[in-house]
């Protein structure tokens, strides 16, 4: 059974830094495009970053980029989001997602998995 659970988020002050992690299981990641997408309340859902198989190529979201950072672990079989200098403005559920096989436009593309979330809040 695949599955796939988000830990790491929380609420924290803006300029503040958090890590968020995405267990996989039911499958082996390492043939998989992953990505982080996140949903504020009132709005669609929008990709933040993603990473092909075998880490060919990560893509972020203008609106995040120099201050997010996807990584993952093959051997734990996670992928990660390092998010630092955050604003208020990245309040959201963030999902992770998985895709079997490589992409190059892996934040415009379907997905054939989803975690259930994590919720960022960003505010003093």
């Known amino acids: 059974q695949v599955q796939l659970v988000e830990s790491g988020g929380g609420l924290v002050q803006p300029g503040g830094s958090l890590r968020l992690s995405c267990a996989a299981s039911g499958f082996s990641s390492y043939y998989y495009t992953m990505g982080w997408f996140r949903q504020a309340p009132g709005k669609e859902r929008e990709g933040v970053s993603c990473?092909?198989?075998?880490?060919?190529?990560?893509k972020y979201a203008n609106s995040v980029k120099g201050r997010f950072t996807i990584s993952r672990d093959f051997v734990k079989n996670t992928l990660y989001l390092q998010m630092n200098s955050l604003k208020p403005e990245d309040t959201a559920v963030y999902f992770c997602?998985?895709?079997?096989?490589?992409?190059?436009?892996?934040?415009?593309?379907?997905?054939?998995?989803w975690g259930q979330g994590a919720q960022v809040t960003v505010s003093s």
């Open positions: 990473i092909s198989v075998s880490d060919s190529s990560r």
């Open positions: 997602a998985a895709r079997l096989g490589v992409s190059s436009s892996c934040l415009e593309i379907p997905y054939d998995y």
